[in-house]
Nanobody, 119 residues
Framework: QVQLVESGGGLVQPGGSLRLSCAAS????????MGWYRQAPGKQRELVAE???????VYTDSVKGRFTISADNTKNTVSLQMNSLKPEDTAVYYC?????????????WGHGTQVTVAS
C-alpha cells in the first residue's frame, strides 16, 4: 500500500489556475500508475487524469487542453496543473496510486483536496 498526501487545492476564480500535488510514501518507480480523480457533490467519482509507469497519460475529455499531469521522480510526487478553470471543475480532488499486489493490483487513495471555482 502507498500513503498519499494531496495539497494545493483552494478557491480560484473562473479562468484561473491551480496546481495540485500528490506526495507518495515510496518511489513512484514502483507504482503502476498514479492519477487524479474528482467527486462533485451528488456525483460519482470520476477520472480526471492518469499517468502510467511508462509515462503514458490519459485525460477525461472535459479537461483536455486545460489540465496537465506530470511526475517528479526525485520527489515521489505527481502533480496536476489546472488552467482555465471552470465552475464545473469544482470538486474534491483525490490522488490514486495503483500497485501490484500478488496476482492483482491494489488501489491506494489520498484524503482529497477541495477545489472551488467561483467568482
Amino acid at each position: 500500500q502507498v500513503q498519499l498526501v494531496e495539497s494545493g487545492g483552494g478557491l480560484v476564480q473562473p479562468g484561473g489556475s491551480l496546481r495540485l500535488s500528490c506526495a507518495a510514501s515510496r518511489s513512484i518507480f514502483s507504482i503502476q500508475s498514479m492519477g487524479w480523480y474528482r467527486q462533485a457533490p451528488g456525483k460519482q467519482r470520476e477520472l480526471v487524469a492518469e499517468m502510467t509507469s511508462g509515462a503514458t497519460t490519459v485525460y477525461t475529455d472535459s479537461v483536455k487542453g486545460r489540465f496537465t499531469i506530470s511526475a517528479d521522480n526525485t520527489k515521489n510526487t505527481v502533480s496536476l496543473q489546472m488552467n482555465s478553470l471552470k465552475p464545473e471543475d469544482t470538486a474534491v480532488y483525490y490522488c490514486k496510486a495503483r500497485t501490484v499486489s500478488g496476482p492483482g493490483s491494489l488501489d491506494s487513495w489520498g484524503h482529497g483536496t477541495q477545489v472551488t471555482v467561483a467568482s
